[in-house]
């Protein structure tokens, strides 16, 4: 059977592809852009988005397990229901949904509310699916490796309770075992929620000190004050979407985001290999610096 993955051209689709492919899936991708996606000869590619019906329509003929990944974007809960109902109107049940990890608790964070919503839709309307729930994606942080690298200072405020990043090419990895699971099983089964970690909980400060480990050099933990980072995010994306990460920033402040006992070794046992650690990832960064 095929399985569809939207965000198949994203930091994580992409994974979710490639392990897809090398397992000897049949895959189909929801791409904008056909004819310029990078993406392995054997997807099959159907063009248009989330909120394109007729391309959905088309997108879902023959499709036995959907991977529902959405940008943070201003209607990407709408997005995400109108998937959902055209799917259930096409006979699919089996699901994957790229969540975030706390949606239930981040209750004032635009796009973790909005995630939280999609998942009760999958429960009320009784999807047989998975719920991934991942923390910060470490992956995030090459977008201000410039400023860790240029200035010395890394500047995101994680604060002290700590992050337990995760890498977007073990999420792919997990994402794309779980598809496998789901769209191999005889039966439809109930919704399940997965916590997706990294190996270790780091707080800015914690971070700040990997890397003066691995560059050698002082790197200052910039501080915890949100509102010069929702400033220098204007400068790239919608103000509303800076407010947005703003809010989250606020809750890494008071709340942090925590695995619960037993993610860690049970994500290891599920890859069958240690998860990829933020000083990996650090590393690997310098080295190509």
Avoid: C
């Amino acid at each position: 059977m095929t399985i569809l993955v939207t965000g198949a051209t994203g930091t994580v689709g992409r994974h979710v592809i490639h392990h897809l492919i090398a397992r000897g899936a049949t895959v189909r991708a929801l791409v904008r852009h056909p004819d310029t996606a990078q993406l392995p000869d054997a997807v099959e590619r159907v063009q248009g988005d989330l909120l394109d019906l007729d391309a959905l329509r088309e997108a879902f003929k023959g499709v036995s397990t959907l991977f529902l990944l959405n940008a943070v974007v201003a209607d990407e809960f709408t997005q995400a229901l109108i998937t959902l109902n055209v799917a259930r109107d096409a006979g699919v049940q089996r699901v994957v949904y790229l969540s975030v990890i706390h949606a239930d608790r981040y209750v004032n964070v635009p796009h973790f509310a909005g995630k939280f919503g999609v998942e009760r839709m999958l429960e009320q309307m009784g999807f047989s699916a998975t719920v991934l729930r991942p923390a910060y994606f470490m992956d995030n942080d090459l977008t201000i490796k410039d400023v860790v690298l240029g200035y010395g200072v890394y500047p995101m405020p994680v604060g002290s309770k700590g992050l337990a990043m995760i890498d977007a090419a073990d999420i792919g990895e997990i994402a794309a075992l779980e598809l496998l699971s789901r769209d191999q099983a005889v039966h439809d089964s109930a919704l399940t929620r997965i916590n997706l970690v990294g190996p270790d909980t780091l707080t800015g400060v914690d971070i700040a000190g990997i890397w003066s480990e691995v560059l050698g050099r002082t790197i200052a933990y910039g501080g915890d004050d949100t509102a010069p980072f929702e400033q220098n995010l204007r400068r790239f994306m919608p103000a509303w979407m800076a407010y947005d990460m703003r809010q989250m920033a606020e809750r890494f402040l008071s709340d942090g985001m925590l695995p619960e006992a037993g993610d860690v070794a049970r994500l290891t046992r599920r890859l069958g290999r240690p998860l990829r650690s933020y000083r990996d990832f650090a590393s690997a960064v310098a080295a190509t610096a």
